[in-house]
């Protein structure tokens, strides 16, 4: 995924300072509309485009990796697509709360870290040597809330808005009725269901997702990341 990330990002800077030629993948031009109009919205859609990309074309090494190395892999794919529907898809992501969504998004602010921190409960080793079930036990409680309270339940909405946007149509073969599955069996989908937690079931009940007809609506994308459900970014 780093070397996708710099080789999109290496070209662009290329092409922008005169390179002739057109540009060798979409995910290197999503780079350059970057360059071109450095918006919020533009940086996640280049950054999120070169990550799905790499995800997806080299899904047979995630195949062949352990258990823990194949559940964060998950983790931090869907913890991407979420930052990125924050500032590009608020009413997805974060419902009646949307107008928030721009701030907490912005990959200028500290805010972004703070929603991809994994560090708190991975070791600094690989491959991982410990169940899945022993990281779970071990993740904080901003962590949990997020990924089960917030994502969660908004899984197959948020994978298609992101395959739409990122013109990744692979994408969906990620998901399933709302069960992460890339390089994780659907048969295995204990792991993602909710923990018996007082301020995850307060998260899903004060902001459920929204219904399907109205955040699920997706429009035109061209230029960078134009909003689709309805809101300005």
């Given at each position: 995924?780093?070397?996708?990330?710099?080789?999109?990002?290496?070209?662009?800077?290329?092409?922008?300072?005169?390179?002739?030629?057109?540009?060798?993948?979409?995910?290197?031009?999503?780079?350059?509309?970057?360059?071109?109009?450095?918006?919020?919205?533009?940086?996640?859609?280049?950054?999120?485009?070169?990550?799905?990309?790499?995800?997806?074309?080299?899904?047979?090494?995630?195949e062949?990796?352990?258990?823990?190395?194949?559940?964060?892999?998950?983790?931090?794919?869907?913890?991407?697509?979420?930052t990125?529907?924050?500032v590009?898809?608020?009413?997805?992501?974060?419902?009646?709360?949307?107008?928030?969504?721009?701030?907490?998004?912005?990959?200028?602010?500290?805010?972004?870290?703070?929603?991809?921190?994994?560090?708190?409960?991975?070791?600094?080793?690989?491959?991982?040597?410990?169940?899945?079930?022993?990281?779970?036990?071990?993740?904080?409680?901003?962590?949990?809330?997020l990924?089960?309270?917030?994502?969660?339940?908004?899984?197959?909405?948020?994978?298609?808005?992101?395959?739409?946007?990122?013109?990744?149509?692979?994408?969906?073969?990620?998901?399933?009725?709302?069960?992460?599955?890339?390089?994780?069996?659907?048969?295995?989908?204990?792991?993602?269901?909710?923990?018996?937690s007082?301020?995850?079931?307060?998260?899903?009940?004060?902001?459920?997702?929204e219904?399907?007809?109205?955040?699920?609506?997706?429009?035109?994308?061209?230029?960078?990341?134009?909003?689709?459900?309805?809101?300005?970014?």
């Amino acid at each position: 995924m780093n070397e996708r990330v710099l080789r999109d990002g290496c070209e662009a800077v290329a092409l922008s300072g005169g390179l002739p030629g057109p540009a060798s993948s979409r995910t290197a031009d999503f780079w350059t509309a970057f360059a071109g109009r450095p918006t919020a919205q533009a940086w996640y859609r280049a950054h999120n485009g070169s990550v799905v990309a790499a995800y997806l074309e080299h899904r047979d090494l995630a195949e062949a990796e352990n258990e823990a190395e194949r559940f964060f892999l998950n983790v931090v794919l869907c913890r991407v697509l979420y930052t990125h529907a924050l500032v590009a898809a608020p009413r997805i992501s974060l419902g009646w709360l949307r107008p928030l969504g721009p701030f907490l998004g912005d990959p200028r602010l500290g805010m972004v870290g703070v929603f991809l921190q994994l560090s708190r409960i991975l070791p600094d080793e690989y491959p991982l040597t410990a169940g899945v079930r022993f990281y779970l036990g071990a993740e904080r409680g901003f962590g949990r809330l997020l990924d089960y309270g917030m994502i969660v339940p908004r899984l197959q909405q948020l994978y298609a808005w992101s395959a739409h946007e990122l013109e990744a149509p692979g994408l969906l073969d990620c998901v399933r009725d709302g069960v992460l599955t890339y390089a994780w069996p659907f048969e295995e989908r204990g792991v993602w269901q909710p923990p018996k937690s007082i301020p995850v079931r307060m998260a899903r009940r004060v902001v459920p997702p929204e219904r399907r007809g109205r955040a699920h609506g997706i429009g035109s994308t061209s230029g960078g990341g134009a909003e689709t459900d309805g809101d300005s970014g």
